[in-house]
């Protein structure tokens, strides 16, 4: 089954400790990237992805890093959460950007103290 | 930059009824449009897209038309169903020409509750 998976589903946390969101999909896409979803923002992207390597900031990048050494996997890394990223995120894959369907995987709820 | 506008919500309904959920845009190039839909607890999904002006996209009976000369994408469904409850999402993906090519920016969302 195509499918983009996110792990962990849910975490709390207390700021400052490191934690790392993974992401994978099976589709062979080329382009992944990662979203935070908070109330009456809408979806914001963080990092983008076009290819093994090659890694953009999105519109809200700051205190969140990624990487991409494998074409399935794209992690999303908080070094030093703080609260103001209690948030819902999403990481999503598609063949390229532009007018292609971009797949969502199931979410990842952060919380942190 | 990019944006995306959607009407503000949440928006509640009877079964059966008509559905118009407004959504207009501000994009350099020739941006491609979207409609996400979000069931509860779950991850954003695909609905609708259209990737030129005029274009009509069309799923499970919901419509939205490209107009570029109003700048909108707005969605509508004849008669909506209890399973249709979600929280819809209007997008843009920068085109060619513009800025932000290959980019979504979305709306802020627009919740949808159905009633029986």
């Known amino acids: 089954e195509a499918q983009v998976t996110q792990n962990p589903r849910y975490l709390i946390t207390v700021t400052g400790k490191k934690l790392t969101v993974t992401c994978s999909q099976n589709m062979n896409h080329e382009y992944m990237s990662w979203y935070r979803q908070d109330p009456g923002l809408g979806l914001r992207q963080i990092y983008y992805?076009?290819?093994?390597?090659?890694?953009d900031k999105g519109d809200v990048p700051e205190g969140y890093k990624v990487s991409r050494k494998e074409k399935r996997n794209f992690p999303l890394i908080l070094e030093s959460p703080s609260p103001n990223q209690t948030s819902l995120y999403f990481c999503a894959s598609s063949w390229a950007g532009g007018y292609y369907e971009q797949y969502f995987g199931p979410g990842t709820r952060l919380t942190v103290t | 930059g990019d944006s995306v506008t959607q009407m503000e919500g949440p928006v509640t309904l009877s079964e059966e009824a008509f559905l118009t959920i407004n959504c207009t845009y501000t994009a350099t190039g020739y941006p491609s449009l979207f409609w996400y839909v979000q069931y509860p607890g779950e991850g954003l999904q695909l609905l609708l897209k259209a990737t030129k002006a005029d274009d009509k996209g069309s799923n499970k009976g919901f419509e939205a038309t490209y107009r570029k000369e109003t700048t909108s994408f707005h969605l509508e469904k004849g008669s909506v169903q209890v399973s249709d409850s979600a929280v819809y999402f209007c997008?843009?993906?920068?085109?060619?020409?513009?800025?932000?090519?290959?980019?979504?920016?979305f709306g802020q969302g627009t919740i949808l509750t159905v009633h029986p």
């Open positions: 997008a843009l993906s920068g085109g060619a020409g513009g800025t932000s090519y290959g980019k979504l920016t």
């Open positions: 992805s076009m290819n093994v390597e090659v890694t």
